[in-house]
């Protein structure tokens, strides 16, 4: 998939009605019943208020001013006055009243949809970049926010003002009514043409913004590289392409729209100019009064603004739509519980674990296609440690990876103790196993917050933790302890340090196996012989599955099992897998040269 299609995905669909998106959209509303119904009311209530303006003119000069009855046409505009400030005021109460509905529809649904990215398996997230599911969470909620403030009630609204004037117009004078009705296939013609155009740039528009997010996202993140290579003017250029095209869309958009509005203006003229044409004469005949004439022109007057308002409003419709379509369609994302034995609902407590491991006959893969572990089958006593060895990609941290459940195996069966792995709640076997891997996710925040990862715990626990690992050294080197800021991602780090952070926060966890992933790997030579001595100490008393580089973390292992292209070749003690003289034994000769190197 090249990027320009990546993106192109998060672009409006086209459709505007789904039943099913409509139908989900609601019952979010619906929850809001009581207002919701408040709301509606209100809208009613202004439209007839807002209609009864124009006859009440018309009365006004009918039976005040052409009467000379002063009183009645001064009591007409107190009437007026009245009406349009109750008018005023319903409109206030109903527009906070909606806003806040849309609000509390935009919490639950963001709160929804995060519950629901963080029950997804750690496979969805391979598959999809991190920018797009944010997306969902801040524009896409966003857009059906919109539908509430500018959105959905205006156009009920609108609609109730159109139908509401027709009517008015009918029950005056049905000729003249229907007079102004002729003009309806002009403005017919003009929306829909209109309309699409406006439609086609409006997505076009969607789309560009989406490659500009798509070019700054890239560009931000990966500024390092674009100021080591000199890719800066090279990429401003590009950027600037992308972006006058963006501004080229918008020009468009806003023409259409510029000649719009006049359009339905000419329209509105028309109307009003037959009306005045066939009217006059029929009130110069005496056929008609002029409080009628006049009413109706204010009646044409205040037609076409709603039919104007629909159609822009068309627009918000969609995007409003496409968002919830996208949005649903998140939150559709099923964990995959296939093959997932139904959890027995036992409470697992730590302690009922002793910590075997067995797996049997484990096959896995990433993407359902190629196996990257085949047929795997070992055990590892409780307290033993053994050692995963082999090349790169050849399906070591995906062992670890199946056995912590971040993704499910295909075939076979994972064993702690004698229970299959799947049995067990996920929070429970995270309690039982903890994983230290290469790469250690920090949050912005301070040291504390990142090893106790938010749990009560005092200082002097957290310190006393860290000094039993012999640690304390890392806690020296930070300027201010235990209150250092950490960066966003713990920019700021050294391999060392996170390696520290994230060896102090498993043993906080205090797991009965733990599995340590390369966690020795690109470290400074102190460094790496004090998290060595903390591993030892950590490894002790717990059943470990260890991942190194380093020979003299491996000959601490009570067994070693080799890995080559997601099989297992070799398996038994360093001087029984020396003796065999097969792949452990020729990376034994490097792994020795390496040692003596460094
Ligand atoms: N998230 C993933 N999605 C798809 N394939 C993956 C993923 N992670 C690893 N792989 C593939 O699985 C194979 C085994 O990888 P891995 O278990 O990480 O090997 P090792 O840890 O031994 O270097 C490799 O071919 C790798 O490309
Ligand atoms: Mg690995």
Known sequence: MNKEEFFTEDVLTGKVYDRTVIKKLLSYILRYKGAGVISVLMVVATTALFLMSPYLFGYAIDHGITMGNISLTYKIALYILGIQSLRLLLIILQSYNIQVIGQKVMLDMRMELFRHVQS????????????????????????????????????????????????????????????????????????????????????????????????????????????????????????????????????????????????????????????????????????????????????????????????????????????????????????????????PGREVLKGDFHGAIQFENVWFSYTGNDYVLKDISFRIEPGQSIALVGVTGSGKTSITSVLTRLYEIQKGTIFLDQIDIRKIEKIGLRHVIGLVGQDVFLFAGTLRENITLFNPLSDAEVLGIIDSLGLMPFIDRMHRGLDTEIAERGANLSAGERQFISLSRIIIYDPRVIILDEATSNMDPIAEVLIQNALHKVTMDRTSMIIAHRLSTILHCDKIIVMNKGEKIEEGSHEELLRQGGLYNQLYKVYMKEELLT
């Not at 496979?123 to 509430?148: H, M």
């Not at 719009?260 to 509105?268: E, G, K, L, R, Y």
């Open 120 to 343: 997804l398996p750690v496979s969805f997230f391979d598959k999809n970049p991190v920018g797009r599911i944010v997306t969902r969470l801040t524009n896409d909620i966003a857009a059906i926010g919109e539908l509430f403030s500018a959105g959905v009630i205006v156009v009920i609204g609108d609609i109730c003002i159109i139908i509401g004037i027709f009517v008015a117009m009918f029950m005056l004078n049905w000729k003249l009514a229907l007079i102004t009705l002729s003009v309806f296939p002009i403005i017919v013609i003009i929306a829909l043409w209109f309309g699409s155009r406006m439609k086609n740039s409006f997505r076009e528009i969607r789309r560009k913004l989406a490659s500009i997010n798509a070019y700054l996202n890239e560009n931000i993140n990966g500024m390092k590289v674009i100021q080591l290579f000199n890719r800066e003017k090279k990429n401003y250029e590009k950027f600037d392409k992308i972006n006058d095209e963006y501004l080229k869309e918008q020009v468009k958009y806003i023409r259409y729209f510029a000649v719009f509005q006049p359009a339905i203006n000419m329209v509105s003229a028309l109307a009003v100019g037959l009306i005045l044409w066939y009217g006059a004469g029929k009130y110069i005949h005496g056929f008609l009064t002029l409080g009628i004439l006049v009413a109706f022109l204010s009646y044409i007057h205040d037609l076409f603004d709603p039919i104007r308002d629909i159609v822009e409003k068309y627009n918000i419709f969609q995007g409003a739509m496409a968002s919830a379509e996208r949005i649903f369609s998140l939150m559709g994302e099923q964990a995959e519980v296939d093959y997932v034995i139904p959890n």
